[in-house]
């Protein structure tokens, strides 16, 4: 049953739409459709749309008052007596973007900027012209950077010049060990970029970046996590490919396998961006660099049977939606990772140290140095812009290692 025959067919939808406000239903009937909502999730968001509009009239208010404000009230008294579920807040915030659309209501306010989001804003855009980082990569230093005023500077921004090296010290003393040595290391990469933005434009008369230790950490210390060829084909036939969300996550694995795309690539990958005259790919790949890569025959054959049988209607241009309504593409590589996670732990392969989308990374440059690619091969194929970074892969050629060792003295023990 399509969206469309689902409303034509609905008792509730047909008494909303007869009711009061009729015509506002109406609208928000057809933005779930265009959505692309199933039953379920029509029938849940008419019924808060009108148990919303039913408790504003008992209020004495008009369509034309609701706002932010108005839903948090109404969630507050729903949710003192019944359950509130995920999804309500977002079914209601849905109802006021309609409204805001055909100008029943008026757009929302702004929030209102506070000091700190002044300073964040700034350091925002000192990172992106000065120092020329990605979005991506800017976002990350945010928790960090807030946890450390909240601790540091707990009256506000306005005690940032009284910020003491001791302070910076004793702050890295207390949170290093919280994590792993790689956490620590980002904590202080964040902490020095923040602190050197502080003295950059006079917030703080020293500058207090050279006062933030060093974190040691071993590189390339420990081996890469892999799967052999049979654990990755053991996972790639673990997808249900008689549904969409087995089609469309076979593809997705099958991209992370035969191409070693990271998490975030294949989430950021639009329609645009295959050339199927060529057999080519456009990857927006890290370092905000654009990369070429092959459209191999399985990895073409896997999209194309999604994109026929398994990828919503959407005006979305991503490759990959999400199967539940609203159908646009992902946040961010994130759900690429928690579909790679999802597909390890159904093929019962466990006992690793990474779960994730970045295994069929390191694994596919394993089989390819067992097949006797070369190093440098390999660096082209995974786009490492050091070799330092393609070299942690020669240690898992044990064999080509036992003709460098030197014999042990006495002879073989």
């Known amino acids: 049953m399509t969206d469309g025959d689902y409303l034509s067919g609905s008792q509730l939808f047909r008494r909303l739409k ?24 029509t029938w849940r968001s008419l ?15 008009e369509p034309t008052d609701l706002n932010e404000c108005v839903v948090d009230r109404y969630l507050e008294h729903r949710g003192s007596k019944q359950r509130l579920h995920p999804g309500d807040r977002a079914a209601l915030n849905r109802l006021l973007a309609v409204l805001r659309e055909t100008d029943v209501i008026a757009p929302a306010l702004p929030s209102p900027i506070t000091q700190e989001d002044q300073i964040f804003a700034g350091f925002s855009r000192y990172l992106r012209q000065e120092r020329g980082l990605a979005p991506r990569s800017i976002i990350t230093h945010a928790p960090i950077i807030r946890r450390f005023l ?9 005690d940032l010049s009284r910020i003491s090296q001791a302070d910076v010290t004793r702050y890295i003393e207390r949170h290093a060990g919280d994590a792993s040595a790689a956490s620590a290391k980002r904590m202080c990469w964040s902490l020095r970029a923040f602190l050197r933005y502080l003295h950059h434009c006079g917030l703080h008369p020293l ?26 084909q053991k996972v790639l036939d673990g997808c249900d490919r008689s549904t969409a969300r087995g089609r469309r996550d076979y593809a997705i694995l099958t991209m992370l396998a035969k191409l070693g795309l990271r998490a975030s690539e294949v989430a950021t990958l639009t329609l645009d961006d295959i050339d199927w005259r060529s057999g080519e790919m456009h990857i927006h790949a890290k370092g905000r660099q654009r990369a070429r ?16 049988n398994g990828r919503p209607t959407s005006a979305c241009r991503r490759l990959f939606l999400r199967t539940l ?27 690793y140290a990474h779960h994730g989308a970045h295994i069929f990374r390191h694994s596919l440059a394993t089989e ?5 690619a070369t190093l ?37 023990q």
């Open 368 to 372: 390819l140095l067992r097949s006797g």
């Open 207 to 232: 500058g207090l970046d050279t006062s933030v230790p060093s974190i040691r950490r071993w590189k390339h210390a420990s081996l890469p996590t892999y799967l052999s060829a049979a654990q990755v």
């Open 150 to 158: 909240v601790e540091v500077c707990p009256a506000g921004p306005e």
């Open 293 to 308: 890569m092959p459209l191999l025959p399985d990895v073409g054959a896997a999209i194309v049977a999604y994109l026929r």
């Open 47 to 61: 019924n808060l749309v009108g148990a919303l509009l039913s408790w504003a009239s008992s209020s004495r208010l």
């Open 18 to 41: 007869n009711g009061p406000h009729g015509h506002l239903v109406e609208l928000y009937g057809a933005r779930l459709a265009k959505d692309g909502f199933g039953r379920h999730g």
């Open 325 to 351: 309504a609203p159908h646009v593409g992902f946040a961010s590589g994130c759900a690429v990772t928690m579909i790679a996670k999802t597909a390890l732990k159904r093929a019962g392969i466990s006992g």
């Open 376 to 412: 440098s091969e390999i660096g082209q194929v995974l786009r490492h812009e050091s070799h330092d970074t393609t070299r942690i892969y020669a240690k898992v050629d044990i064999e080509a290692l036992r003709t460098l060792c030197l014999p042990w003295p006495g002879g073989v």
